[in-house]
């Protein structure tokens, strides 16, 4: 069983949808959790961070984590054609070490369609 | 503006060949990592470096190969032992503690066997 597991897609909306993509993960030791966002073509980049348990709301973008399910989403609202990307979810324990490595999901493909 | 530039953006490989990706940073990130991305795999790790003349294997270290003497730069070697190489490899960086902070990720280079 893979530490973090993510659905791959790809996932097909129309534009103005809400947009809920999921991970789950299996280390309770995780803390920090992440969202990145990739254009095609094009390396990660870091879209949300939370801590812990609770949502974190940016815009139309919500992250929400749920530790005691070990279950993170991302919501997207009123989802537009320039949110098509592969979003990665990404998550790390801190125990103190000089560098604690990500974990990352397989990526979900989302295109929205206009 | 400080980030991470990997060279070249395309790289063609003829049978047999080593080949070397760069990667530079000026983030003054302690932390360097190399990934390997294909088709439905998502991120897999090959190398990381934590401090300059140290590093460490990741998941799929067979057939590559890297150097950390300086700490901006973190190049990554292709040997001919690397069975199947074509694929898309990213470089990122991070300061200790990558849970806290996240990684920031160059833009890639696509490497293709002909």
């Known amino acids: 069983q893979k530490e973090v597991e993510q659905d791959p897609g790809p996932l097909s909306v129309p534009e103005g949808a809400i947009v809920s993509l999921n991970c789950t993960y299996s280390n309770s030791a995780f803390q920090y959790f992440m969202w990145y966002r990739q254009y095609s073509r094009k390396g990660p980049e870091l879209l949300m961070y939370t801590y812990s348990s609770g949502n974190k709301e940016d815009g139309r973008f919500t992250a929400q984590v749920d530790k005691s399910s070990k279950y993170i989403s991302l919501f997207i609202r009123d989802s537009q054609p320039s949110d098509s990307a592969t979003y990665l979810c990404?998550?790390?324990?801190?125990?103190?070490?000089?560098?604690?490595?990500?974990?990352f999901g397989t990526g979900t493909l989302l295109a929205v369609q206009p | 503006d400080g980030g991470i530039t990997q060279s070249p953006k395309y790289l063609f490989r003829k049978e047999g060949q080593n080949v070397t990706l760069s990667c530079e940073q000026n983030l003054n990130h302690d932390a360097m990592y190399w990934y390997r991305q294909d088709p439905g795999q998502g991120l897999r790790l090959i190398y990381y470096s934590q401090i300059v003349n140290d590093f460490q294997k990741g998941d799929i270290a067979e057939g590559y190969s890297v150097s950390r003497e300086k700490k901006e730069s973190f190049p990554l070697t292709v040997t001919s032992a690397q069975k199947n190489p074509t694929a898309f490899y990213l470089c990122?960086?991070?300061?200790?503690?990558?849970?806290?902070?996240?990684?920031?990720f160059g833009s890639g280079t696509r490497l293709t066997v002909v």
């Open positions: 990122a960086s991070s300061r200790p503690s990558a849970g806290l902070y996240g990684y920031t």
């Open positions: 990404a998550m790390s324990l801190h125990d103190g070490g000089a560098t604690n490595k990500l974990i």
